[in-house]
């Protein structure tokens, strides 16, 4: 069955950096555009960027644009969230969610069970 | 950027209610709208996409409407299980944006 299991989250001291990563099992990872999605405490949902099926296209939020990096490792079946100058506001439960199609930003049809990433002094 | 602005909030409603929801777009989305439904403590769950196709598996007692910019997510006979937030999501381009979400409570 389609998985996709997220880890690296913790808590970080404000102005640091962490990489979080989702592992990918069930479908045809090289063949899907992936998500990073986000819920701060008792919030809504926050989209923070894509990733086109090869890598080529990365689209990013204005509020993560040029602080986080989104990338992927296809041998690897896993994507990857580089998350620098991290700020307090950026506190949130991570998801990974695949999209229904391969190029493209559309809707998420299968999410991850999520990450929790706290950034605290 | 378009803002999605869900109403209500939220709502309490019977079991067996007819419960409907709606998301507004700043903007002309044409049908490129999804709404999600995430159970306390879960994950969300795609319910509805292109407006008004039900996701594969999902209750026939869930539907989606509307086109532009004012959309409508109905739950035709509320259930105990439908208790949760409903998000719509808009995907005509970049940046993705959801809405604020409505939480929905048994009366």
């Known amino acids: 069955q389609v998985q996709l299991v997220e880890s690296g989250g913790g808590v970080v001291q404000p102005g640091r950096s962490l990489t979080l990563s989702c592992a990918v099992s069930?479908?045809?990872?090289?063949?899907?555009?992936i998500h990073w999605v986000r819920q701060a405490p008792g919030k809504g949902l926050e989209w923070v960027a894509d990733?086109?099926?090869?890598?080529?296209?990365?689209y990013y939020a204005d509020s993560v644009k040029g602080r986080f990096t989104i990338s992927r490792d296809n041998s690897k079946n896993t994507l990857y969230l580089q998350m620098n100058t991290l700020r307090v506001e950026d506190t949130a439960v991570y998801y990974c969610?695949?999209?229904?199609?391969?190029?493209?930003?559309?809707?998420?049809?299968?999410w991850g069970q999520g990450t929790l990433v706290t950034v605290s002094s | 950027d378009i803002e999605m602005t869900q109403s209500p909030s939220s709502l309490s409603a019977s079991v067996g209610d007819r419960v409907t929801i709606t998301c507004r777009a700043s903007?002309?989305?044409?049908?490129?709208l999804a709404w999600y439904q995430q159970r306390p403590g879960k994950v969300p769950e795609l319910l509805i996409y292109?407006?008004?196709t039900l996701q594969s598996g999902v209750p026939s007692r869930f539907s989606g409407s509307g086109s532009g910019t004012d959309f409508t997510l109905t739950i035709s006979s509320l259930q105990p299980e439908d208790v949760a937030t409903y998000y719509c999501?808009?995907?005509?381009?970049?940046?993705?944006?959801f809405g604020g979400g409505t939480k929905v409570e048994i009366k």
């Open positions: 969610a695949r999209d229904h199609y391969r190029s493209g930003s559309y809707y998420m049809d299968y």
């Open positions: 069930g479908f045809t990872f090289s063949s899907y555009t």
């Open positions: 990733i086109s099926y090869d890598g080529s296209n990365k």
């Open positions: 903007q002309d989305i044409y049908n490129f």
């Open positions: 292109d407006a008004s």
């Open positions: 999501q808009k995907y005509n381009r970049v940046p993705l944006t």
